[in-house]
């Protein structure tokens, strides 16, 4: 498996407040994705980022940040809670994005309820 | 925009008979196909994937998709299923332009004994 890891592996928090989920990868690779998973939905991709300091939005970035200072970093920012954004998140990386011919390895992915 | 559409949400088959599922996906530029699988409580992980030249690709567990060009689809295919194929089944696309895998809503196999 690709080294990717998620933290925290399920959160609890309230409405109205902020959450920072983390996904730390030892790979190098330069892409990074953020998805998240509900029923019925599928995957839809939240964020995603092709360099430090370089990232873009997905289909579903409302009420989502992100930041990546360092290559084997990238941080999910909930600003503000809501039930809606309760769901399973998970990371992903790349090594050559849509150009190349490496797919994207998944991380173990992040429960989050938001109450 | 690009999308991945997956007509079947969920399939169920007994043990030994014949799989096919359907992906179809619209965007018009040069694209990379993949599928993924994900056991129950567990995380994506790629079972094939379309690069280019041959269209008929083979992945794990016996599992093979055909990319048919002009009808935009990329159809998962298994001979012969067996109960621990049970799983959800993704399809998905990675825009050459983009960066950016798109996945469809998924198809939830159930294989009984």
Redesign the interface.
Same mark, same amino acid.
């Given at each position: 498996d690709a080294g990717i890891t998620q933290s925290p592996r399920h959160k609890v928090t309230e409405t109205g407040t902020p959450v920072t989920l983390r996904c730390h990868q030892t790979e190098n690779h330069r *892409?990074m994705?953020w @998805?998240r998973q509900d029923p #019925? &939905? $599928? /995957?839809? /991709?939240i964020h @995603?980022s *092709?360099g430090v300091k370089d990232t873009d939005k997905?289909?579903v970035s409302d009420g989502y940040s992100v930041s990546r200072s360092k290559t084997e970093d990238f941080l999910l920012t909930l600003e503000s809670a809501t039930s809606s954004q309760t769901s399973v998140y998970?990371c992903?990386i790349?090594e050559s994005? #849509?150009?190349g &011919?490496s797919?994207? &390895?998944?991380?173990? $992915?992040t429960r989050l309820t938001v109450t | 925009a690009q999308s991945v559409s997956q007509h079947n949400h969920h399939v169920i088959l007994s043990e030994a008979a014949s799989l096919e599922l359907g992906c179809n996906y619209s965007y018009g530029g040069t694209v990379n196909l993949f599928w993924y699988v994900q056991y129950p409580g567990q995380h994506l992980q790629l079972l094939l994937k379309y690069f280019s030249g041959d269209p008929l690709v083979k992945g794990i567990k016996g599992f093979e998709a055909e990319f048919i060009k002009s009808k935009f689809s990329f159809n998962l295919r298994k001979p012969s299923v067996q109960w621990s194929d049970t799983a959800e089944y993704f399809c998905a696309v990675l825009s050459y332009n983009t960066d950016k895998l798109i996945f469809g809503t998924g198809t939830r196999l159930q294989v009984f004994p």
């Open positions: *892409y994705y @998805y #019925g &939905h $599928g /995957l839809r /991709l @995603y *092709y997905g289909e998970f992903a790349s994005g #849509g150009q &011919h797919p994207l &390895h998944f991380g173990n $992915g | -």
